[in-house]
């Protein structure tokens, strides 16, 4: 079984610019969460999709970042525009449902570098 | 609201010492799941075990053991015989069963096993 996939692997930028980051999840998944893992630190969750509707964005900067799961499959993170505070790796995960007893399987995650 | 320590930054053993990583967490909720995720150098991370509130039950899986205390909200993880590809990031992570899959993650151990 193909496991959740991420692209880019890396990116460098310039702050203020605007990066776009994608994630296709495992098939079957209908759950889809994004974190940014700051060096040294857990995985702290930015927004959850259940399907293509949006769970919990709670912990995520609106001014700035924006995600989207239009067809309930495959999901979009931006950034616009960057600050060097974002620097950190994007992980993307996803799992069979919602349901809290249900692990999350990660993908290898995006490292954006601000500069 | 949901909370995890793992108060251990940093360990460091040599090959075949056996070695337990440390997890507090905190939570209003009767229901709720305890996980573990390994995260390697390549960065994906990776489920190892879960638990329920409802289960103490001690699980033993190869080197691994996992010992779930709820009298000192506790979830600690214990390496035996530890070996040099165990190296990686721990991290210990809790759901609460009223929070839609929402997991908090604790800050990870990083465990180096020296040969």
């Known amino acids: 079984e193909a496991g959740v996939a991420q692209s880019p692997r890396y990116k460098i930028i310039e702050k203020r610019q605007s990066v776009a980051f994608w994630c296709n999840p495992i098939s079957g998944h209908a759950t889809l969460y994004w974190y940014q893992q700051i060096l040294g630190q857990g995985p702290k969750l930015l927004i959850q999709?259940?399907?293509?509707?949006?769970?919990?964005d709670s912990q995520l900067p609106k001014d700035r970042f924006s995600a989207e799961r239009l067809k309930g499959v495959d999901s979009t993170l931006k950034i616009q525009p960057a600050k060097l505070e974002d620097s950190a790796v994007y992980l993307c995960a996803s799992s069979f449902s919602a349901d809290s007893s249900y692990e999350q399987y990660f993908g290898p995650g995006t490292r954006l570098t601000v500069t | 609201a949901q909370k995890v320590t793992q108060a251990q930054t940093e360990i460091s053993v040599v090959e075949k010492e056996d070695v337990t990583l440390d997890c507090v967490y905190e939570?209003?909720?009767?229901?709720?799941?305890l996980f573990w995720y390994k995260q390697p150098p390549s960065g994906e991370l990776v489920f190892l075990i879960r638990?329920?509130?409802?289960?103490?039950q001690n699980e033993i899986s190869g080197r691994y053991s996992w010992n779930f205390q709820k009298s000192t909200s506790s979830f600690n993880f214990t390496i035996t015989a530890s070996q040099v590809v165990d190296s990686a990031v721990y991290f210990c992570a809790l759901s609460e069963g009223t929070n839609a899959g929402k997991s908090t993650f604790g800050d990870g151990t990083t465990l180096t096993v020296k040969p």
């Open positions: 939570t209003r909720d009767t229901t709720y799941y």
């Open positions: 999709f259940q399907n293509n509707g949006v769970v919990d």
């Open positions: 638990r329920n509130s409802f289960d103490e």
